[in-house]
């Protein structure tokens, strides 16, 4: 069951569902103006998000902003019309392409079959939509490029595209008096090619720009709000095993001997994991 969280004075989230794809959802609550992190992946997760806050005594946002171009950060803007919505240049450029399709089970299927789209998302849409796929794609307001700072009143939000492996156009929403960096999904890897990656430069040039954020709290869109020494821990996995890939042009056996000399230890799930996907990216 989807939660409504609180972080320090200013932040709410909604925590996230696997089964469907809804990412965590955010809003960012100013003296004067409210900012929603993300619209959701349909028009019942937008409204569940805003009956829960409004249970709290919370008001519609006056904004919101988009992490980036994927259905599941986009679907629920549409629920959204009285709300001016921001978006990267970037990001509305991707979803204008999404406009003259049909998400029709047929038509997914046969996306799917094509290689434009991938199985995981074809089946969460259908989840997600099960009883009626009333799905408009609705392009947002105002759009900027590389950075915008916006002021709420008494907290401000610092919109900051950084790209990434896994959306070229990804933003993070930076709230600066609570000090919390709103990700999005741009630390995960590419699920959309042939083999889930990660590339060496793309990652390393994102890591630089995430390390640069003063965060005591980083909210991962499809997991949860982590604390900075935790998410230190993931940029060092991601920096170590980058490292590692090059010297070993991209062979994963010879890259696990060598994080299991740096680490002591057998390595665990996620350390394989991502020594497979450098290893994909590489490779690919």
């Not at 040039?205 to 949860?224: C, N, Y």
């Not at 996995?237 to 002591?264: C, F, H, W």
Request: aromatic fraction near 8%; glycine fraction near 6%; hydrophobic fraction near 40%.
């Amino acid at each position: 069951m989807q939660q409504i969280k609180q972080i320090g004075d200013r932040f709410y989230y909604q925590t996230p569902v696997s089964e469907t794809d809804r990412p965590i959802l955010g809003m960012v609550v100013g003296d004067e103006k409210s900012l929603m992190i993300d619209a959701g992946n349909s028009e019942n997760h937008a409204r569940y998000f805003l009956e829960e806050l409004s249970d709290r005594g919370l008001k519609r946002p006056d904004m919101v902003a988009l992490t980036h171009w994927h259905w599941d950060h986009i679907f629920g803007l549409s629920a959204l019309r009285d709300t001016v919505s921001i978006s990267s240049f970037q990001t509305k450029e991707e979803m204008a392409k999404l406009l003259p399709l049909s998400w029709s089970d047929a038509d997914l299927d046969q996306r799917v079959e094509e290689g434009t789209e991938i199985e995981f998302c074809a089946t969460a849409i259908k989840k997600e939509f099960a009883k009626q796929r009333d799905i408009t794609i609705t392009l947002p307001d105002v759009t900027f490029e590389g950075k915008l700072e916006i002021d709420l009143g008494g907290v401000t939000c610092v919109l900051q595209h950084v790209g990434g492996d896994h959306a070229a156009d990804s933003v993070v929403v930076y709230i600066k008096e609570e000090k919390i960096l709103f990700l999005g999904d741009c630390f995960y890897p590419d699920i959309f090619s042939s083999k889930t990656n990660y590339t060496v430069k793309t990652t390393t040039q994102l890591l630089d720009v995430l390390e640069g954020f003063k965060a005591d709290w980083v909210i991962l869109s499809h997991g949860e709000a982590i604390s900075s020494e935790a998410f230190a821990r993931e940029v060092r996995l991601l920096r170590t095993v980058s490292s590692l890939t090059g010297p070993s042009n991209g062979d994963e056996k010879q890259m696990q001997i060598a994080y299991e000399k740096i680490v002591e230890r057998e390595l665990n799930e996620e350390e394989l994991e991502v020594i497979q996907e450098f290893a994909n990216g590489y490779n690919l």
